[in-house]
Structure formats: structure tokens, C-alpha cells
């Protein structure tokens, strides 16, 4: 599976911004998809994951309520919705794929596949 991670820019505190994952492969409706996230000077971090029915999630405790993650299988497509964006969401993105349910790797599994990352920057 290849991925590619687009839709990444700079936007002001509060506002939104939709990441987009473009995958190549017959299986990637097989794959939990997932988003993470790597600061400066910090460790790459879980964002969202989603199996690949779409119908379990899990979510970062400082993304929950504000970020969705979506899949369209017929696109081999995954997104991030991003609202709410604060100044301290302020990383590169980047998007990845993995066999296991989105459990294992919300728990700290790692993924299979990695894309290359897309930079979020929001001002405050």
C-alpha cells in the first residue's frame, strides 16, 4: 500500500482544515487507516484510527471532539476532519495503514505503511 497525505496549510486558530490520504492497492479496504501527528522537537503521536468497515474509531484525548476520521473505499480514500484547530495541533501529518484493528494501534501498535506527511501550521 502506498499513501500520500495532501490538504495540509496554514490557517488561524479556530478554523478547520480537511486532510485528505490517497492510497494505492487492491487491499486497502482490508486496512485500518490511521493519522498521526509529529511536532517540532516532539515525538511522532497517535491521532485517529478507523478499521476498515469505518464503523470503530479512536481518537487522541487532545483531538476527541474535534477531529473526524473518515474513509471512502471506493476511492481508496481516508480523511481528517479538523476543527477547533489550536496553535498546539501545529505538526505534520502524516497518514498510515496496518492489517490489525484500530485498538491495537491506538494502544501503540505500529503501522505497516507510512505516507509522507502534509504540514499544519495554525496561528494564533
Known amino acids: 500500500v502506498q499513501l500520500q497525505a495532501s490538504g495540509g496549510g496554514l490557517v488561524q486558530a479556530g478554523g478547520s482544515l480537511r486532510l485528505s490520504c490517497a492510497a494505492s492497492?487492491?487491499?486497502?479496504?482490508?486496512?485500518?487507516m490511521a493519522w498521526f501527528r509529529q511536532a517540532p522537537g516532539k515525538e511522532r503521536e497517535f491521532v485517529a484510527a478507523?478499521?476498515?468497515?469505518?464503523?470503530?474509531?479512536y481518537y487522541s484525548d487532545s483531538v476527541k471532539g474535534r477531529f473526524t476520521i473518515s474513509r471512502d473505499n471506493a476511492k481508496n480514500a481516508v480523511y481528517l476532519q479538523m476543527n477547533s484547530l489550536k496553535p498546539e495541533d501545529t505538526a505534520v501529518y502524516y497518514c498510515?495503514?496496518?492489517?490489525?484493528?484500530?485498538?491495537?494501534?491506538?494502544?501503540?501498535?505500529?503501522?505497516?505503511?507510512w505516507g509522507k506527511g502534509t504540514q499544519v501550521t495554525v496561528s494564533s
Open positions: 498510515a495503514a496496518g492489517p490489525y484493528s484500530a485498538n491495537y494501534y491506538y494502544t501503540g501498535g505500529g503501522m505497516d505503511y
Open positions: 492497492g487492491r487491499t486497502f479496504s482490508r486496512y485500518t
Open positions: 478507523l478499521t476498515w468497515s469505518g464503523v470503530t474509531s
